[in-house]
Every structure is written in C-alpha cells, then in structure tokens.
C-alpha cells in the first residue's frame, strides 16, 4: 500500500492537536519545532500504515495489540520524562528542558523487545523487510531509530554524527 507524505496543513493540525492536549495534561513538547513536527508527521504515516498512530522512533511488532504499548503517549512516555527529561523519541520533554535550559540527552529504551519477541510468534517480528516505506536508520551511539530516506546530519536525541547511522532495516 502507498502511503502518500502528509501535507504541511495536516501536519501542522496534528501538531496544534497534540499541543493542546499536551498543554491540558501539563506535558510540554520539544522546543525544536521543526523536530517535534518531523515526529508528527511519522505519527501520521504511521496512523496510515497501520491503523493506529504508533511511535515514530520504533519498530511496530505484528497486530495492534501487540503494540499498544507503542501507541503515542506511550506507556513509557512519564517514567522517561520524569527520569530522562524526555520520551524515548525527544517529542515531549519536561519543563526545564521545554525552556532549552536542558539539552535532550540518550534516552535507553525500556520496551521488552526480547520477551515480546517470544511471545508474538511470526506475526510478532518487525515489519517485514521491503515494506517499509522508507528505509530505517538507527544511531549507532544512542540507539535512536528513525525512518527516512537518508539518516538525519545530526541524531536529535545525543547528537552524534551522521557518520554514525547504519541501516537498520530497509
Ligand atoms: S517515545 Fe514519545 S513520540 Fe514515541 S510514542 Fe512515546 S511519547 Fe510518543
């Protein structure tokens, strides 16, 4: 199935969405607009791809119900800001971050990829290789996943170098 790149409208109204509830709830998003939107609209190509709008920063494992846990806010979403001053993608921070007076640092990723590897069986796995509709890159220092035609000049989450991305799966 063709995903069509959403529009810079539907990405900006996803964004104000998700700002608003943000604002409700007392969360706060990255001070990079440009970031955080980048993220919004991998949650979009996600909503299209797979019926629900899974983190754009991971690999969906098989049916929704395995991936519930993955569905933005996700389950770790508090404990990584609380602990981290961020979630796992960088797309909400906590205060003082939020006002640049932190930087984003690597986040370590707390979802179970191993036992759910057990658990799910074949329908489990990743996303079968070569249906992707872009290739994923992941950062060699942090562990930072993102899916794009190229791998970003700098990794939004630690900051490494571009050299520093390999293919993760394509
Ligand atoms: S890590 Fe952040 S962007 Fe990814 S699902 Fe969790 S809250 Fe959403």
Not at 10 to 37: C, W
Request: glycine content about 8%; proline content about 6%; overall charge negative.
């Amino acid at each position: 199935m063709e995903i069509k790149e959403p529009s810079k409208e539907e990405i900006d109204a996803k964004y104000n969405e998700i700002l608003r509830q943000a604002k409700r709830g007392g969360y706060f998003l990255n001070p990079d607009t440009e970031f955080a939107k980048d993220l919004v609209k991998g949650l979009i190509i996600n909503g299209e791809r797979y019926g629900f709008e899974a983190c754009p920063c991971r690999l969906v494992m098989g049916e929704k119900e395995l991936n519930l846990d993955i569905v933005c806010p996700c389950y770790y979403r508090d404990d990584d800001v609380s602990e981290y001053g961020a979630c796992y993608c960088g797309l909400y921070v906590d205060e003082e971050t939020s006002k640049g007076e932190k930087p984003v640092t690597a986040i370590p990723e707390r979802r179970d990829l191993k036992s759910r590897g057990k658990t799910a069986g074949a329908s489990g796995m990743p996303t079968a290789a070569g249906s992707l509709q872009y290739p994923v890159y992941r950062c060699n220092v942090c562990g930072y996943l993102c899916a794009r035609n190229s791998p970003p000049e700098k990794c939004p989450v630690c900051g490494a170098d571009q050299k520093r991305f390999d293919l993760f799966m394509r």
